[in-house]
């Protein structure tokens, strides 16, 4: 019922429309071509300044209306982000400066220099001074905003500090897979052939030796903890992230803390920061009891997309430390026979060769 009486609207609008400029255009003919053409100009000089005082107005109003709702009046929750910000705050500032510059001479000219009985248009074809200002003045402008963009970004993406806690991060369609590296500190080889969901090895991680594929373990993997959609890192503490990808490019979207970073297959990238406040804390701060940092994949990576969604939880490093004793390596996920932790009961008879094998590979 609703869509007939929308559909019935519309055509009543366009019936309205069509009358209205047909009648324009008798009154048209009545009064002369010259004089409807004037008042016409008239009435768009008249336009294009109440487009001007709406639009700025609507601005304004917008701004009321949705920076509350924004992430900024929380400010960035790591400390390299506040460089974002402040980058962010100051392009903004330049460019909108001349914006409004620029838009309120555009439109204010239109209305006050229309055509009237008697004005002459002012001939002003060329002026090499005039080009050379407007040339010169923002490709200084953009130069400045240019490099102190590249400082950062050398910064974020460069050498993290030495006490970096280093976590990999892969994304697939679609969730994020994340690798610590156990005691040892070093991630374990992986090899994509090795991938392998449904035996827990979601990373390929190169946990035996296979003549195949010419490769031997990494007793560099037997530690390493793996964990899916929920990353721990503690505050004040710098994160850095090895960033991959198990199939197309996705993209670790941390908005909360200002930063972002491409995840391609086989080419892995880098980023660190230091959060700067817990998942609780920021709990408080900002009123939310649910409050979660977000991992968002930021590139459109198929269709489960809108669906990719991670979680940072930021802890300290008390409750870091008391996470991790109670995660389990990956490689006694998919074998475990080789937990020492597990009942030896459990242990089928030629899982005994195995560790054999395995010790005399080491
Ligand atoms: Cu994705």
């Keep these: 019922m609703s869509m007939y009486l929308t559909i019935a609207v519309i055509v009543l609008v366009f019936l309205i429309i069509f009358q209205i400029a047909k009648a324009s255009e008798y009154v048209s003919i009545l009064k002369g071509e010259e004089n409807s053409r004037k008042q016409n100009n008239k009435i768009n000089g008249f336009f294009m300044i109440a487009f001007l005082i709406s639009g700025l107005i609507g601005v304004y109003f917008c701004h009321e209306l949705l920076y509350k709702k924004t992430l ?17 705050m100051l392009t903004t500032a330049v460019t909108g400066i001349v914006f409004v510059i620029t838009q309120v001479l555009l439109f204010w000219f239109s209305f006050r220099y229309q055509e009237k009985e008697g004005r002459k248009v002012y001939y002003f074809p060329h002026n090499n001074k005039l080009e050379a200002i407007w040339t010169v003045i923002p490709a200084i402008a953009l130069t400045v905003l240019v490099v102190i963009g590249l400082r950062n970004w050398f910064k974020f993406t460069g050498e993290a500090p030495a006490n970096a806690q280093v976590i990999e991060i892969t994304g697939k369609q679609f969730g994020w897979i994340m690798r610590y590296p156990g005691k040892d500190g070093v991630f374990g080889k992986k090899y994509y052939k090795n991938i392998d969901d449904g035996n827990n090895n979601y990373l ?63 080419i892995p990238t880098t980023l660190w920061f230091t959060p700067k406040y817990t998942t609780k804390e920021m709990k408080e701060m900002t009123g939310n009891p649910s409050f979660q940092y977000e991992i968002s994949c ?65």
């Design 72 to 88: 900024f009046p929380v400010g960035s929750a790591s400390v390299e982000g506040e460089r974002v910000d402040s980058m962010f």
């Design 204 to 266: 390929g991680i190169v946990w035996k030796d296979s003549a195949a594929m010419n490769q031997k373990a990494d007793p560099a993997s037997f530690d390493d903890v793996v964990v899916t959609q929920t990353m721990y890192v503690v505050k004040g503490r710098p994160v850095k992230l090895v960033i991959g990808s198990r199939d197309v490019i996705h993209d670790v979207g941390l908005p909360h803390f200002r930063m972002k970073m491409d995840a391609v297959p086989g």
């Design 298 to 362: 930021d590139q459109m990576c198929g269709n489960g997309h809108y669906s990719m969604k991670g979680v940072i939880e930021v802890v300290t490093d008390a409750e870091y430390k008391e996470w991790m004793a109670k995660q389990k390596p990956a490689y006694y996920a998919a074998f475990p026979e080789k937990d020492p932790t597990a009942a030896p009961a459990a242990a089928p008879a030629d899982s005994t060769a195995k560790v054999t094998a395995m010790e005399k590979s080491k």
